[in-house]
C-alpha cells in the first residue's frame, strides 16, 4: 500500500505540473485550503496583531498559488514577541483550518532540546549506538508531510531555549527542505511543510526598558499599546535576535514576525475569546453561562500585561471556575447560570426561569 499511495501522489504532482493542468484559463492549486476562510479563523481568534495576521495572509496566498521554490519548505515564519500573545495559538488555529484538527502539528518542545547530546533527539542515534538502524527521532513524519492537497505544519516552539547543535542541525531544513537522519540511510522531508519557529528572545528586555517605573517610560508605554511607534521594541528585539542566533541561520528564515504586547484596548476581545472556550466546554455539559457587566469589569480590572492572554486565562480559573463548579454541582438539573459581583466575589447562581 505504500508503494501505491507514492505512485498516486507522483501521478498528482505529474498532473499538476503539466501545462494543461487549468480550468477556463484559471490554473487549479493542488491545495484545497482557501486563505480567505483560514484568516478569517486567525482574525476571530488572535487579538492585536494586524502586522502579523497581514503577513501570513500573503504567506497562505503565496503557497496556495504553489509558486514556492520546490527544493525548500513552503514557508519558513518565525514568530517573535512576549508571551501570552498568540503565537503558539497562531500555529494550532491554522492547523484547526487546514486540517480540522489543532493537533495536527507536529510540534517539538525546544526547551527539551537544550543539551548538545539531545540532537540525536532530532537526528536519531550516530552508526555504532543503540537505535542507530531504527533511526528513531523526535519528528512525526506523517504530520510534516501532510499530503498533496494539504500542507504539513511543523513547529519549533520556544526556539532559543535549544542547544547551538540543535539549532543547526535544522539549518539545512531551513535551507534545502530535508533533515538527514546520524544513521546515513534516510532524511525527514520537510519540502511540503508550513515550518513556524517561536521564541520568547528580547521579551525580557523590552519588559525591562518598558515597565521601569520612570516618567518617559510611562509616556512611551502609552504610545505603543495606543499602537503610534514600536521602534525601541523592534531594536531591542533585533538585538536580542542577532545575539542568539548565527547571521546564517536567521538569512534562511523567509518572515519575521514580531507579536506585540497586548494592551488595554484588546482585553474585553479577549475576554470575549476566553468566555467562548469556556462556554464550548460548558455545552458538552448542557449548560450556559452569562456574565453581567460588573463581572466582566471585575476579572478585566486586575489584568497583567506582563503576562498576555494567559493572565486572562488564568483569572478565569481561579476567580470564576471554582463558584461555577460548586453552583453546577448543587443544582445539577440547571442549563442556565448568571454570574454577578458580590463585594470582590463572582457569584455563580442558576438563571431565573422565565
Same mark, same amino acid.
Given at each position: 500500500?505504500?508503494?501505491?499511495?507514492?505512485?498516486?501522489?507522483e501521478?498528482?504532482?505529474?498532473i499538476a505540473?503539466?501545462?494543461?493542468?487549468?480550468?477556463?484559463?484559471?490554473?487549479?492549486?493542488?491545495f484545497?485550503f482557501?486563505?480567505?476562510?483560514?484568516?478569517?479563523?486567525?482574525?476571530?481568534?488572535?487579538?492585536?496583531?494586524?502586522?502579523?495576521?497581514?503577513?501570513?495572509? +500573503?504567506?497562505?496566498?503565496?503557497?496556495k498559488?504553489?509558486?514556492?521554490?520546490?527544493?525548500r519548505?513552503?514557508?519558513?515564519?518565525? =514568530?517573535?514577541?512576549?508571551?501570552?500573545?498568540?503565537?503558539?495559538?497562531?500555529?494550532?488555529?491554522?492547523?484547526?483550518?487546514?486540517?480540522?484538527?489543532?493537533?495536527a502539528v507536529?510540534?517539538?518542545?525546544?526547551?527539551?532540546?537544550s543539551?548538545?547530546?539531545?540532537?540525536?533527539?532530532?537526528?536519531?542515534?550516530?552508526?555504532?549506538?543503540?537505535?542507530?538502524?531504527?533511526?528513531?527521532?523526535?519528528? +512525526?513524519?506523517?504530520?510534516?508531510?501532510?499530503s498533496?492537497?494539504?500542507p504539513?505544519?511543523?513547529?519549533?516552539?520556544?526556539?532559543?531555549?535549544?542547544?547551538?547543535?540543535?539549532?543547526? &542541525?535544522?539549518? *539545512?531544513v531551513?535551507?534545502?527542505?530535508?533533515?538527514?537522519?546520524?544513521?546515513?540511510?534516510?532524511?525527514?522531508?520537510?519540502? *511540503?511543510?508550513?515550518?513556524f519557529?517561536?521564541?520568547?528572545?528580547?521579551?525580557?528586555?523590552?519588559?525591562?526598558?518598558?515597565?521601569?517605573?520612570?516618567?518617559?517610560?510611562?509616556?512611551?508605554?502609552?504610545l505603543?499599546?495606543?499602537?503610534?511607534?514600536?521602534?525601541?521594541?523592534?531594536?531591542?528585539?533585533?538585538?536580542?535576535?542577532?545575539?542568539?542566533?548565527?547571521?546564517?541561520?536567521?538569512?534562511?528564515?523567509?518572515?519575521i514576525?514580531?507579536?506585540?504586547?497586548?494592551?488595554?484596548?484588546e482585553?474585553?476581545? =479577549?475576554?470575549?475569546?476566553?468566555?467562548?472556550?469556556l462556554?464550548?466546554?460548558?455545552?458538552?455539559?448542557?449548560?450556559?453561562?452569562?456574565?453581567?457587566d460588573?463581572?466582566?469589569?471585575?476579572?478585566?480590572?486586575?489584568?497583567?500585561?506582563r503576562?498576555? &492572554?494567559?493572565? =486572562?486565562?488564568?483569572?478565569?480559573?481561579?476567580?470564576?471556575?471554582?463558584s461555577?463548579?460548586?453552583a453546577?454541582?448543587?443544582?445539577?438539573?440547571?442549563?442556565?447560570?448568571?454570574?454577578?459581583?458580590?463585594?470582590?466575589?463572582?457569584?455563580?447562581?442558576?438563571?431565573?426561569?422565565?
Amino acid at each position: 500500500m505504500p508503494f501505491i499511495n507514492d505512485r498516486l501522489a507522483e501521478q498528482e504532482r505529474q498532473i499538476a505540473s503539466s501545462p494543461d493542468y487549468r480550468v477556463k484559463d484559471i490554473r487549479v492549486s493542488r491545495f484545497v485550503f482557501e486563505p480567505d476562510a483560514v484568516m478569517a479563523k486567525l482574525r476571530s481568534r488572535i487579538v492585536g496583531q494586524k502586522t502579523v495576521l497581514d503577513a501570513l495572509d +500573503d504567506m497562505l496566498h503565496i503557497v496556495k498559488a504553489d509558486i514556492v521554490d520546490s527544493d525548500r519548505p513552503l514557508a519558513v515564519s518565525l =514568530l517573535l514577541g512576549p508571551t501570552g500573545t498568540g503565537k503558539t495559538e497562531t500555529v494550532r488555529l491554522l492547523a484547526e483550518a487546514i486540517h480540522g484538527s489543532k493537533d495536527a502539528v507536529c510540534r517539538i518542545d525546544m526547551n527539551t532540546l537544550s543539551q548538545s547530546h539531545y540532537a540525536a533527539s532530532l537526528t536519531g542515534a550516530p552508526p555504532g549506538y543503540v537505535g542507530s538502524k531504527e533511526s528513531q527521532t523526535l519528528l +512525526d513524519e506523517s504530520l510534516i508531510k501532510g499530503s498533496f492537497s494539504k500542507p504539513g505544519i511543523v513547529l519549533f516552539d520556544e526556539l532559543e531555549k535549544g542547544s547551538d547543535e540543535v539549532i543547526r &542541525a535544522l539549518m *539545512n531544513v531551513l535551507e534545502r527542505g530535508r533533515l538527514h537522519l546520524a544513521s546515513g540511510n534516510r532524511h525527514i522531508d520537510f519540502r *511540503n511543510s508550513l515550518l513556524f519557529l517561536t521564541s520568547n528572545v528580547g521579551a525580557k528586555q523590552i519588559q525591562e526598558a518598558t515597565y521601569t517605573d520612570r516618567p518617559w517610560k510611562r509616556a512611551l508605554r502609552a504610545l505603543t499599546s495606543a499602537g503610534r511607534t514600536h521602534r525601541p521594541q523592534d531594536k531591542a528585539l533585533d538585538k536580542a535576535l542577532h545575539q542568539r542566533f548565527d547571521p546564517e541561520f536567521i538569512n534562511r528564515i523567509d518572515r519575521i514576525l514580531t507579536y506585540r504586547r497586548l494592551g488595554e484596548a484588546e482585553l474585553p476581545a =479577549l475576554l470575549d475569546i476566553e468566555l467562548e472556550k469556556l462556554r464550548h466546554r460548558l455545552q458538552k455539559r448542557g449548560v450556559d453561562l452569562e456574565l453581567d457587566d460588573a463581572s466582566r469589569r471585575f476579572i478585566l480590572q486586575r489584568y497583567d500585561p506582563r503576562f498576555g &492572554a494567559r493572565d =486572562l486565562a488564568r483569572r478565569l480559573r481561579k476567580t470564576l471556575e471554582p463558584s461555577l463548579a460548586k453552583a453546577m454541582l448543587a443544582a445539577p438539573s440547571a442549563t442556565e447560570f448568571s454570574v454577578s459581583l458580590t463585594g470582590d466575589t463572582l457569584t455563580v447562581q442558576p438563571a431565573p426561569s422565565v
